[in-house]
């Protein structure tokens, strides 16, 4: 690839679903010349009830997929992926890959004046325990207390943003944290800052809610400069999105419109077995 078309090459992002929706979003704001290939794997989602092997295997076949799109660099917009299968899949492939675990981390690491952090996520990010690893390799005096709060991702699936039943789920699992005296908490899954000003509230004022997309766009940044692959928009006038799934393209586009600051007209569904 010459420079020029390296640095117009797009990022391709992937996530289990919809969730990696927020991160995308987030790099369309941070990083407005930057074209995206996003997949959401919306036929095999969740990944956070399943075993690390498969999430390593639906990973590898995403990113193959993603390549033949002639993406630059990969951003695992899922926070289970990247517990799970960003050490195993981050050397194999020729191009860079990163996930949101680690901006997340280092974002809370900053925010934590009390050296005492929640972190809130799907069964198989609390159960990997990597929040809890990565935050010690920065900070090896801060109190981590990871929690899993499996319902918020159906909730938000099913558009319940605003269901008093999503209320009562807060509280059910939120209750116990807020005790805890934490003064910051990682949002560790790309579908609750859909969430956020539900779990803020409830939170309260004294605990920083983090939300690691907004690290996560500013870490691509810096990829793409250290790298020198940063779109300068010398060639690329306008940023250019295409979304693939591989199952239910319609459901996702409405979903996608709700999420993204601009239209998203199509969805494309692929095998991505074939991967
Ligand atoms: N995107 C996943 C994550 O960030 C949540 C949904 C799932 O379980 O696949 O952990």
Redesign the pocket.
Known sequence: MSLESRKTAPVGVF???V??LTVAREISRQLPLENIVYFG?TAR??????SQNTIIRFSEQIIRFLKTKGVKAIVI???????LALDAVKDEFDIPVMG?VIPGARAAVEATKKRKVGVV??D??VQSGMYTKIIHGMAPDIEVIEKAC?LF?PLVEEGFKEHHVTQEVIEFYLESMRSTGIDAMIL?????PLLRSRIRDYMGKDIQIVNPAYETAMDLKALLREQNMENDGTTAQHSRYEFYVSDMAEKFRKFANTVMPFDVPTTNVVNIEEY
């Open positions: 996530d289990s679903g969730g990696g794997d989602v969740p990944y956070g009830s399943k917009a899922c926070n289970t992926a990247s517990a949101v996520g799907t198989a990010t499996p991702v560790g899954c790309t579908h609750y």
